[in-house]
């Protein structure tokens, strides 16, 4: 940064007013280096705002003069951050979660970062590092939260030239949880012929407490795969570094279980009770994958052979849910020639 020049930016978090945001804003506001221009808090809270509980500005302490408070009616954090970097006029944006604290000289190595980008990169994305219990083996919730720290392109701390984000429409609002929605992003941005790279800024991810059927819940993000496909193609889990999942092994279990519950009601049990062998055998595997790993204590067992049972037919619903409902879904139009952003 020659002669003390460091590129503005602006730092977007959207949240649902989360406990976790007061340490989030600490965070930032103790780390060392350039201020953000901004920073941008989307309440992305539904129902009237007079019933909602005010945000921990006061964490921020000197930012507080520079922060804002937007709103975004609850329509999931794509629209969320689309509200927020709208509203901003510096070059770059950072996006971080409300539940991530930045590191000590996070702000000076981000400046560092922005300053050195060459002209193509759009994109730079922070370190993820999720801490792990020192004590004993992960559950299947923390490594799940774990599998942030190798994600590619992820906006729990994610910055972008705001000029790439106008060319290429901002975040798509078809993606109504925080899934792939991050991914598609980076996808078209990669695709309109821009760089995006890794920084070496760290931010902390801590894994927040979950209920025992989270798991459960996280399949709705089957629907947002099925859209995924339908706007990138079969590849898109290899361009965008994503894991590609059990949803075949899922659909094969559900399918035994289908054919055992049909072959029963129509009298043919040998047919039946092969398929329901089936059925067990794949259920046993993943419920021992999922088990094998952890802690093994009797509730992440007990949950784990609970959740087991049910993941393959939910995931296998929301897959066929998804892909019914975006049937006819087209790619954003692309704004960005293949030179690049002027």
Do not use: K
């Amino acid at each position: 940064m020659s002669g003390g020049y460091w590129p503005p930016y602006a730092v977007v978090i959207p949240t649902l007013g989360r406990p976790c945001l007061a340490a989030c804003l600490d965070a930032l506001a103790l780390s060392a280096g350039p201020a953000p221009r901004a920073v941008v808090l989307v309440d992305d809270r539904p129902g009237p705002r007079h019933d909602r509980a005010p945000l921990p500005l006061a964490a921020l302490g000197e930012l507080g003069a520079r922060a804002r408070v937007l709103n975004s009616g609850g329509r999931g954090p794509a629209a969320a951050r689309n509200t927020g970097w709208r509203a901003v006029g510096t070059p770059w944006v950072v996006f971080l979660d409300d539940d991530v604290q930045v590191g000590p000289a996070w702000r000076a190595r981000l400046v560092r970062e922005l300053a050195h980008a060459a002209p193509d990169v759009d994109g730079i994305q922070g370190v993820i590092e999720v801490p792990l219990p020192e004590d004993r083996a992960p559950t299947d919730w923390e490594r799940n939260t774990a599998g942030l720290a190798g994600a590619r392109w992820a906006t729990a701390d994610m910055a972008y030239r705001s000029a790439v984000l106008q060319a290429v429409g901002g975040f798509d609002e078809r993606f109504p949880r925080a899934f792939r929605e991050d991914a598609d992003l980076a996808l078209r941005v990669l695709a309109a012929g821009r760089r995006l790279e890794r920084g070496r800024r760290t931010t902390r991810h801590p894994v927040r407490p979950a209920g025992r059927w989270i798991s459960l819940r996280h399949q709705a993000g089957n629907a947002d795969d099925a859209l995924m496909l339908r706007l990138h193609g079969a590849d898109w889990w290899h361009r965008a570094g994503a894991p590609r999942g059990r949803l075949p092994r899922h659909a094969a279990v559900t399918a035994a279980g289908a054919a055992a519950v049909a072959l029963a009601l129509t009298g043919r049990r040998g047919g039946g009770l092969v398929a329901a062998a089936g059925w067990a055998l794949g259920t046993a595997e993943f419920a021992w994958a999922r088990i094998a790993p952890g802690p093994r204590t009797l509730p992440e067992v007990t949950a784990m052979l609970a959740t087991s049972a049910v993941i393959p037919p939910l995931a296998v619903g929301h897959r066929l849910r998804g892909t019914w409902r975006h049937r006819a879904a087209r790619p954003l139009p692309a704004a960005v020639p293949a030179g690049g952003v002027p």
